[in-house]
């Protein structure tokens, strides 16, 4: 059963639900068959190719959840560079979240160089009850963000009403697998572009919540949101503080990547709870505390994570 924290109090009131808004799953299929799959997506197999690689199914992230006190996830797949592999882990996704309401929402994975086929996709997937497309990855996917493609895309977020969540890396600092180049200047001309998409960048949006100490960044970002998905693996604690006192506490979801391994040192699972100690070790109000480890993900991927088993009582 899952746990209920009563750690963030607000004007009396306790937000009982944490909500870990940047997690993956893998379908039955991709985990029993890896190599299918690696030879079917060439950045599947440059990140998956080795077995110890983790891909996990939902009985293992509702059991994290649970030791963890975790009352929903927020579940994206891969960023698959096939569309026709992103409508079938699609299928399973929103599947696997109809089977989980109460724990379970799911992101789709769309291509955005699929064009119209892409938006046919996005739409089957949010009238599915996804709630919004993510997490893609312009490199790993191929697509720029000024691509008619990715544009289109985009549009058609705003007029669903669903947020994307992008793939971001930081600009510098050491190398590793995966670790992108998309540039942040492409992200602002996006934002200034159509500053009514609401956008999660992932990863602490790869450095962007700097810029906007500049009141035009600022202005044009007001859709823009960060994870702190794996955190650990790339900044020291203090980025908590730090980013939250740049652009408040609203613009902040608690996210884990799992089942991302985030202390390689002390750690052999993958393990929700040290990286829920960590943020609430920052010295956070119970206010900030309680947007970040939940509101913010309630307000930004919609209305459907009311139906977890933890909500704002009195």
């Known amino acids: ?104 929402l799911a992101l789709c994975t769309v291509q955005p160089n699929a064009g119209d086929a892409a938006i046919r996709e996005f739409r089957r997937c949010i009238e599915n009850g996804m709630a919004g497309a993510g997490e893609l990855n312009a490199d790993g996917q191929g697509f720029r963000l000024d691509d008619t493609g990715l544009m289109n895309l985009a549009r058609a977020a705003i007029e669903l009403r669903a947020p994307i969540m992008l793939h971001t890396n930081e600009p510098v600092g050491h190398n590793y697998p995966g670790k992108g180049q998309l540039p942040l200047a492409a992200i602002y001309a996006l934002v200034k572009a159509l500053p009514d998409l609401r956008l999660v960048l992932a990863h602490w949006g790869g450095g962007y919540p700097f810029y906007e100490l500049m009141p035009e960044v600022r202005a044009a970002s007001r859709n823009i949101f960060y994870d702190t998905a794996a955190s650990p693996l790339l900044y020291a604690p203090q980025i908590f503080r ?48 309680a947007k970040i480890l939940g509101e913010n993900a309630e307000r930004v991927f919609g209305q459907s994570v009311n139906q977890a088993t933890g909500q704002l009582v009195n």
């Open 242 to 289: 730090t980013v939250v006192n740049i652009v408040g506490a609203d613009k902040v979801l608690f996210g884990s990547d799992f089942p991302l391994i985030l202390y390689p040192k002390r750690q052999k699972e993958p393990d929700m709870q040290p990286f829920l100690d960590e943020a609430r070790g920052v010295g956070f109000s119970a206010e900030e505390r």
């Open 1 to 104: 059963m899952c746990q209920v924290f009563d750690d963030s109090k607000i004007d009396g009131r306790i937000f009982a639900m944490i909500i870990d808004a940047h997690t993956h799953l893998f379908s039955p299929d991709v985990i029993a068959d890896r190599a299918r799959y690696t030879q079917r997506d060439s950045f599947f197999d440059f990140l998956y190719r080795n077995p110890k690689a983790r891909i996990v199914g939902a009985a293992e992230l509702i059991a994290a959840m649970d030791a963890a006190g975790v009352a929903k996830s927020i579940i994206a797949g891969w960023a698959w560079q096939s569309n026709d592999v992103c409508i079938e882990q699609n299928s399973w996704l929103i599947e696997i979240a109809r089977q989980y309401p109460d724990r379970l």
